[in-house]
């Protein structure tokens, strides 16, 4: 058996790559980044105008840097105020292409007065700010490399990078919100990070997974998710999911991330490779 999986490692590694690869990789990724951009502002916009008519306000459009001069607007509230308590707003909002780079961002802001809403928009501009810094880099590094090797102008005309950064609202009640950010980048190669915001308004702090489930909240995790990837294996022994020693699934602790759905089931989430190969994505369990 070890035999054999040393010469399948050694045909694949002896396979050449077609010179066109990395322009099929790019086009592919291109193609995702915009389905999930088209989807994903479909999803977050389309969950305010069910639950809460067409009615928006509208705000004053602001000039700002953001390494790249973008219009940034107040736009129309994805939460309009319940209770009095908070709004989620679109704050930072623009579509644009520029030296090769196309950037979509939209950003959220949560305006509620407090102390907890200023942590968590200061939260969100620092991550921002920092990843369109390194976007940038990304992007010169790989510029730099590619004419160090070669490269022609004319065989780097219309490469583009995709730099995102989107939201969506999960769940929403008169005081408690549960949503997700993510930022992406997606050229020859492609990451996405996503960071999990669920907030007590009225309370002025984040909720835990132990506000949701309980004293239990560990176990009852971990049941769940064990079960899941357990049910994952195919009839042949394959499943996506890495075994314990391999750096797959232990537990859940504090750091983990979540969000809530709107019929209050918890979602936990992990990060692209945590625990399985790249190929399941982001994993994610409903916790029932």
């Not at 490269?151 to 769940?171: L, N």
Request: glycine share 8%; hydrophobic share 35%.
């Amino acid at each position: 058996m070890m035999n054999e999986f040393k010469k399948a490692k050694e045909h694949y590694d002896n396979t050449p790559i077609p010179a066109e690869l990395s322009d099929r990789v790019q086009a592919g990724i291109r193609e995702g980044q915009a389905r999930y951009r088209s989807q994903n502002r479909q999803s977050r916009r389309g969950t305010s105008l069910r639950r809460w008519g067409v009615t928006a306000a509208c705000f004053a459009v602001l000039l700002t840097t953001l390494n790249l001069s973008p219009t940034v607007a107040k736009a129309a509230a994805d939460v309009p105020v319940l209770g009095g308590l908070f709004q989620v707003l679109t704050f930072v909002d623009y579509d644009k292409t520029e030296d090769g780079i196309h950037y979509d961002v939209s950003a959220p802001q949560v305006d509620a007065g407090t102390d907890l809403a200023e942590q968590v928009n200061a939260a969100i501009q620092e991550k921002m700010d920092a990843h369109l810094a390194k976007a940038q880099q990304d992007w010169d590094d790989y510029r730099n490399a590619f004419f160090a090797t070669g490269g022609t102008e004319e065989e780097w005309a219309g490469r583009e990078m995709d730099v995102i950064v989107d939201y969506e609202i999960k769940s929403q009640s008169d005081s408690r919100v549960s949503f997700v950010v993510t930022f992406a980048e997606g050229w020859v190669a492609s990451y996405q990070e996503r960071y999990y915001y669920n907030l007590d308004l009225a309370e002025g702090r984040d909720l835990t997974l132990r506000d949701y489930l309980g004293e239990d909240w560990v176990e009852t995790c971990n049941t769940a998710i064990q079960t899941q990837i357990d049910e994952s294996v195919d009839e042949e022994g394959f499943t996506l999911f890495f075994t314990p020693d391999q750096g797959g699934f232990t537990t859940v602790d504090e750091s983990t991330g979540f969000y809530v759905r709107e019929d209050g089931t918890v979602v936990v989430c992990f990060p692209e490779y945590s625990i399985a190969a790249g190929a399941a994505g982001m994993p994610e369990f409903p916790i029932n």
